[in-house]
């Protein structure tokens, strides 16, 4: 994975996604029992998410331990059936969009988000699949 030497974070729980680009992190504090679980969407990208475990594993450190690097997530996705990983990401996102919950939880990821900073990672993560070359 992608040696990261990062620029002091903007915010401390804004989310890497390249060299010096964050998404701002949108705090959820007093806002967890609204959430609305993802994992049913999640999970079935198992093989996705372990790949993109290279800060830590998302059990310890949520989605700060994956990296949303766009080479690492073309690497995690080149092995892997790129159509069938952005239907299961336009779900994902779907899902999302039409629940008119602005909180979500995923256990996979050990992480609440705020709808629209789930859409952005969504939207950086889709972004970058579809960019992979095929080899």
């Not at 336009?90 to 992480?111: D, G, M, P, Q, Y």
Request: net charge negative; proline share 4%; glycine share 4%.
């Amino acid at each position: 994975m992608t040696d990261h030497m990062l620029m002091p974070k903007p915010n401390p729980n804004d989310i890497s996604i390249g060299k010096d680009q964050w998404i701002t992190f949108i705090d959820v504090i007093g806002q967890q029992g609204q959430a609305v679980s993802i994992d049913h969407l999640v999970d079935p990208l198992e093989s996705f998410w372990t790949a993109l475990e290279s800060n830590c594993v998302a059990g310890c450190c949520g989605i700060d331990a994956l990296s949303l690097w766009p080479e690492d997530i073309q690497k995690a996705s080149s092995s892997m059936d790129r159509v069938e990983l952005l239907i299961a990401l336009v779900a994902l996102r779907e899902f999302a969009v039409r629940n008119e919950n602005k909180i979500f939880v995923s256990t996979r990821l050990n992480n609440y988000f705020h709808k629209q900073v789930l859409l952005q990672i969504i939207d950086h993560i889709q972004a970058h699949v579809m960019s992979t070359q095929i080899s």
